[in-house]
C-alpha cells in the first residue's frame, strides 16, 4: 500500500504560480510511476502529466503542456508538479497517483495507477 500526500495548493491569482508536491513515506516510491491529475466542478478527471521511475521520462497531456513542468526528487519520495502562468480554468482539486511498481505512467489514463492521494484544492482568482 503506497500512501500519497499532495501539498501545496491554495489560492494564486492569475498569472501567478504555484509548485505542487506528492510525498509518499515508503521506500520503494522510486519504483513508482507518477501522475498528476485534476478535476474542476461539475468535470471529469483530466490527466495533466506524469513522470516514470528510472530516467523519469517525463509526459504531458494537452492540459499539462508548456505552463505545467513535473519532476522528481527520489531522495525526498516526492514528484513536484510546477505551475505557471495559471487561469481561472485551471481551478480544481490536483490529485496525484502511483503505479504499482512498474515505473510505468500515462499523462492521461488514470486506469494504470493503483494508488491515489486525497488531492488538493487550487484556486486561480483575483
Known amino acids: 500500500q503506497v500512501r500519497l500526500v499532495e501539498s501545496g495548493g491554495g489560492l494564486v491569482q492569475p498569472g501567478g504560480s504555484l509548485r505542487l508536491s506528492c510525498t509518499a513515506s515508503?521506500?520503494?516510491?522510486?519504483?513508482?510511476?507518477i501522475g498528476w491529475f485534476r478535476q474542476a466542478p461539475g468535470l471529469g478527471r483530466e490527466g495533466i502529466a506524469c513522470i516514470s521511475s528510472g530516467n523519469g521520462g517525463a509526459y504531458y497531456a494537452n492540459s499539462g503542456q508548456g505552463r505545467f513542468t513535473i519532476s522528481r526528487d527520489d531522495a525526498k519520495n516526492t514528484v513536484y508538479l510546477q505551475l505557471d502562468d495559471l487561469r481561472p480554468e485551471d481551478t480544481a482539486v490536483y490529485y496525484c497517483a502511483a503505479d504499482d511498481l512498474y515505473g510505468y505512467c500515462s499523462p492521461t489514463d488514470g486506469n494504470v495507477y493503483d494508488y491515489w492521494g486525497q488531492g488538493i484544492q487550487v484556486t486561480v482568482s483575483s
Open positions: 515508503e521506500s520503494t516510491f522510486h519504483y513508482h510511476g
